[in-house]
């Protein structure tokens, strides 16, 4: 890595030195101008080799200092999102409804009533009627699926059987 740099230099400097002395046979009668591009072949001379050693660096350090203001700020911004999930959380807790098991209920046990699943038992007016009703429907929306990947599997495994007693009535009849 660092030989292409120093490749970079030393072409660069070469370069300045055959342009200038060109440029010196030129002017070499006019001494202020002979002066000025000398100083000018002296300026990018100097130039070409603390550009290619230092820049990069630089660069690096740059993107380095950018890096990590970026992850301060995705680090500030996901502890937003914590402190914003706790409180939901801790809101939740403090208004969620308190899920029972119908069977654990010893006032049921005592009547004899048959009862399976949960019950919800609701704190808040109005309960979460909304949220169970929308697990419920995505619960039986899933049920769906699973009984539709049933039916599906069940006639394919009814095909295959089928298939398999024609092969085995077709390798008995020969």
Same mark, same amino acid.
């Given at each position: ?6 490749? !970079?230099?030393?072409? $660069?400097?070469? %370069?300045?030195?055959?342009?200038? +002395?060109? +440029? @010196?046979? +030129? *002017? &070499?009668?006019?001494? /202020? &101008? #002979?002066? /000025? *591009?000398?100083?000018?072949?002296? *300026?990018? =001379? +100097? ?5 290619? !050693? ?5 660069? $690096? ?14 680090? %500030? ?9 706790? #409180?939901?959380?801790?809101? %939740?807790? @403090? ?5 029972? !098991?119908?069977? @654990? ?9 048959? !009862? ?15 949220? $169970?009703? *929308? $697990?419920?429907?995505?619960? =039986? ?9 049933? =039916? #599906?599997?069940?006639? /394919? ?6 298939? %398999? ?10």
């Amino acid at each position: 890595n660092e030989n292409r740099y120093i490749t !970079m230099t030393i072409y $660069a400097i070469f %370069q300045i030195y055959f342009v200038g +002395v060109a +440029v @010196d046979f +030129v *002017f &070499i009668t006019n001494p /202020t &101008i #002979a002066l /000025t *591009f000398v100083t000018l072949e002296i *300026f990018f =001379i +100097v130039l070409s080799i603390l550009i290619p !050693m230092f820049g990069p660096k630089v660069f $690096a350090l740059r993107e380095e200092r950018k890096e990590a203001l970026e992850k301060e700020k995705r680090k %500030q911004e996901r502890l937003e999102r914590l402190r914003k999930f706790d #409180a939901l959380k801790k809101e %939740q807790e @403090d208004v969620a409804p308190a899920a029972t !098991m119908a069977t @654990d209920n010893g006032d049921l046990n005592e009547k004899n009533e048959e !009862m399976y699943g949960c019950r919800v038992l609701s704190s808040s007016p109005g309960g979460n009627l909304r949220k $169970a009703q *929308f $697990a419920l429907s995505s619960s =039986i929306k899933e049920n769906q699926k699973i009984k539709q990947e049933i =039916i #599906a599997t069940t006639e /394919t495994i009814r095909i295959l059987l089928h298939r %398999q007693e024609s092969e085995n009535r077709a390798s008995l009849s020969s």
